[in-house]
């Protein structure tokens, strides 16, 4: 491939995941976004590189103005945005619905010399979505990726005040 270059990126079904169009959070955008304001934009993506304790702070910062967060994430970073769910929950009682999915990145190469043909690469990356939320308000409990939350003998005090419902500072 020393003899082509990237021309056009494109995220096929890829809603919620790419931060710039025709960029992947994961491929080369910022490390992570998180957004304000109603449902579906409260999010956190989770990519490669992001720090997993930057997630879970912001996560929780979400959490503390809204009722939900989502963790979204591709590819290899599905597995840290899985760890973060299960942190997360561990700090406070959160219902979960996690879905599943999967987009298609088209790649297009262009020569640099003459008498090569344009490249297309296509592949698929699966995605996933887990929505935590502090109450049923929006929830279907009824989804087959719906979790319960933990029973509190299971959370970790010192992160979550049981008796006002806010998170507080742990001691140090």
């Excluded at 929780?60 to 994430?73: P, S, T, Y």
């Excluded at 990356?125 to 109450?135: E, G, K, M, Y």
């Excluded at 990726?145 to 005040?161: A, H, K, W």
């Amino acid at each position: 491939m020393d003899k082509y270059r990237l021309v056009e990126e494109k995220i096929i079904g890829g809603n919620g995941f790419t931060n710039i169009e025709g960029r992947t959070a994961e491929s080369g955008g910022d490390e992570m976004t998180t957004e304000g304001g109603d449902f579906s934009s409260c999010a956190v993506r989770v990519t490669q590189q992001a720090k997993p304790r930057t997630c879970i702070t912001n996560a929780m910062n979400i959490l503390n103005g809204n009722n939900h967060v989502e963790l979204k994430a591709m590819g290899k970073a599905i597995n840290k945005a899985v760890t973060i769910a299960e942190i997360l929950k561990r700090k406070m009682p959160l219902h979960q619905v996690t879905s599943l999915s999967s987009c298609e990145i088209v790649n297009v190469f262009e020569p640099l010399e003459e008498g090569l043909d344009t490249v297309v690469n296509q592949h698929y990356v699966s995605c996933v979505t887990i929505t935590l939320s502090r109450n049923l308000v929006g929830v279907d409990v009824d989804d087959i990726g719906y979790q319960s939350p933990l029973p509190m003998e299971e959370l970790q005090p010192g992160d979550f005040n049981t008796q006002t419902g806010k998170i507080v500072a742990a001691a140090t």
